[in-house]
């Protein structure tokens, strides 16, 4: 059970490094709350693709990294409680 634990706070460690460089890495969405309320356009050919670019992968890759963080947050804390 030691080991487990020690793996898996390894991997959450690796995991908290990688979303923290993911998150410098993405550039700043200008426009903010303004673009919210009027709306962005969204019918040119890049907002149809922009998963595709680099910017797109990086916000995939984030929530990806994310959804592992939050997973092994809830399954160290319950491994702890025992």
């Known amino acids: ?9 390894i991997v959450y460690a690796l995991c908290c490094i990688v ?6 890495l993405q550039k700043s969405e200008k426009g903010g ?8 356009s ?3 050919f890049y907002e149809k693709n922009k998963g595709r ?15 592992v963080f939050v997973v092994l947050t809830v399954v160290l804390t319950i ?3 025992r």
């Open 53 to 67: 670019t680099k910017e797109g992968r990086l916000k995939k890759y984030t929530i990806i990294f994310s959804i």
């Open 1 to 9: 059970m030691d080991n487990l634990m020690n793996i898996l706070t």
């Open 79 to 81: 491994l702890n409680l």
């Open 19 to 24: 979303i923290i460089v993911l998150v410098l």
């Open 42 to 44: 969204g019918s040119n």
């Open 33 to 40: 709350a303004s673009e919210t309320i009027v709306g962005g």
